[in-house]
């Protein structure tokens, strides 16, 4: 069955810094796509990042970056250069390419960005 | 152009109401969703529509349904509204490929008094 796991709750990372997402994924079928998501206290979803799981490259979208480690089951998100704007939650998500076009969610980590 | 839009933006009801929440999309897509947020900001889908018909039916309360009356509409109708129903309700379509993304709606804030 599909699962998706975020095991941080909650992150901080100084202004200017790195910071790494993380999640990880359940699934037995072998085509996917991986999503990543943020959610400004506004409450839009604001789509990031994609990653397929037949995809050599790892995905890059700005300073947006995806550390995609398949044997691992991991699809992290990297964000270089953390911005204040950067402070959000951030949800990973799957969609299998059998089934029913469904997309399911991590639990979301809460970045905050100190100055 | 607004790609998923979705009204009201905000619902405050009384316990026992029926409501409805509307959405509509604009992009052409074949696939629309209702996700639940809760407090915790956990997303949960609970229904999701190809081409008007139901494909995705989670371990929702029968006292939810959702109405598709064609492809670019999908309605979410609630009866004898609970407070656990409090959440933000959000509408989503997409294409059925792996790699189309998710466009969401701006949600819809229910608080059930």
């Known amino acids: 069955a599909q699962k998706i796991t975020q095991t941080q709750p909650g992150m901080f990372v100084q202004e200017k810094e790195a910071v790494t997402l993380d999640c990880t994924y359940d699934?037995?079928?072998?085509?996917?796509?991986l999503f990543w998501y943020k959610q400004p206290s506004s409450g839009e979803m604001i789509f990031l990042i994609y990653?397929?799981?037949?995809?050599?490259q790892n995905a890059t979208e700005g300073r947006y970056s995806l550390n995609f480690q398949k044997a691992r089951k991991s699809a992290n998100l990297v964000i270089s250069a953390s911005q204040l704007g950067d402070s959000a939650m951030y949800f990973c998500a799957m969609r299998e390419a059998s089934g029913t076009y469904k997309y399911i969610f991590g639990t979301g980590t809460r970045l905050k960005v100190l100055a | 152009d607004t790609a998923v839009s979705q009204t009201p933006k905000y619902l405050v009801t009384q316990m026992g109401n029926d409501k409805s929440i509307k959405c509509e999309q604009n992009?052409?897509?074949?696939?629309m969703y209702w996700y639940k947020q809760d407090s915790k900001k956990f997303l949960k889908i609970m229904f999701s529509y190809n081409n008007k018909e139901l494909i995705i039916n989670e371990t929702v309360p029968n006292r939810f349904s959702p109405k598709s009356p064609d492809k670019a509409h999908l309605n979410l109708h609630i009866n004898s509204l609970e407070l656990g129903d409090s959440a933000v309700y959000f509408c989503?379509?997409?294409?059925?490929?792996?790699?189309?993304?998710?466009?969401f709606g701006s949600g819809t804030q229910l608080s059930v008094l």
């Open positions: 699934t037995s079928d072998p085509s996917y796509g």
């Open positions: 989503a379509s997409s294409q059925e490929y792996i790699n189309e993304k998710l466009f």
């Open positions: 990653q397929g799981s037949y995809d050599q």
């Open positions: 992009l052409g897509h074949d696939t």
